[in-house]
């Protein structure tokens, strides 16, 4: 049989890598299968043997061998007469394996055949690329920015596949070049005029997690969990962590030494200012530290309105609010709480105070019990005496004293 080289379709099968070899063979063979039926009527009798790696496929028509005229189904059956000229030992009863020359359909047969098997083939490699990308949706990758357009850019993958990053998915100050690979999480996969689109994004906050979890060995390991992310790309994110080893301090590990592993993200995310607090289940303490960098004076809480009136000293109120009132909206987003930031000008106004049960996911229970005991039940009243009346008046060590009050007075400095 003349190998007529598939069309350069074959071409297309070898460098469909994400298809499956059996899913491919199906295709071909329902390909051919069906231009045997519209040239024979019945597709029973024929096998079709496809070789992907040399690019040529085979048509075998089996017939069972008969008698002088008894044939009822040329497609079947073959006259004794007949099949003694194809080889001169066959008998009657015997079946003949005949190759048929693909040439025979015609080339109009040949053409329709190559058009429906590249369509196919399309089709199949869509479908490859949605579920490839629909099961990382939310992870980061790098791709390379081929086009860059006014209102998209357009990237390749390693693949050489199509990825968009709308302009609401790009940080206000990005600038990209074509050529330099760049980083995105995959946000969503599409289907538009039958066509996948995949949507990748730098200002989702799983853009943000997945940063993190690169650079913060203890997320990836899940010692330390982020419980929540908000984002006002380019300009100020928060992200409350909380961590299930005592051992380890949260805010500590993702910030690192003098900033090392928190510098390289904000570098990527065009200098966004990212505040790491601690996550906590007291709402009150949730939203003094949410407002970091500002420092809270005190604040009246209505939980079922969800909202929080906050006082703070004049020169406080702005750090508050934030530039463009971003440090406040994004607060507000953590905590799902309203906050309304009021000036506190009375001097006499008592001093913000946190009851030491708060403390509790950091000091042990003894200790807070131990120090109930001589009547210290909030942060002020213990950091009010001394390390040596403390240790007169407890059971505690001067060491556990001191980590205590360390505790506590980074506290009020985290404001």
Known sequence: MASINLIESFQDFKDAENIDRPTLMKVLEDVFKTLLRKKYGSDENFDVIVNTEKGDLEIIHRRTIVEDGQVENPVAEIAYNDAVKIEPDFEVGEELFQEVDILDFGRRAILAAKQTLASRIGDLKKNSLVKKYADRVGEIISAEVYQVWKKEVLLLDEDGNELLIPKS????????????????VVKKVELKNNSPVIILSRTHPSFLAKLLEIEVPEIFDGLIVIRKIVREPGERAKVAVESYDDRIDP???CVGMKGSRIHGIVRELKNENIDVINWTNNTQLLIQRALTPAKVTYMDIDAEKKHASVYLKPDQVSLAIGRRGV??????ELVGYEIDVFRDDEDETEEFDIDLEEFADEIDTWVIDELKRIGCDTARSVLDLTTEELERRTDLEKETIEELRKVLQEEFEKG
């Open 251 to 253: 805010v500590g590990a």
């Open 169 to 184: 998915e790009q940080i206000p100050s990005d600038y990209f070049k074509k050529g330099e690979n760049i980083k995105a």
């Open 327 to 332: 440090n406040i909206k994004l607060a507000c």
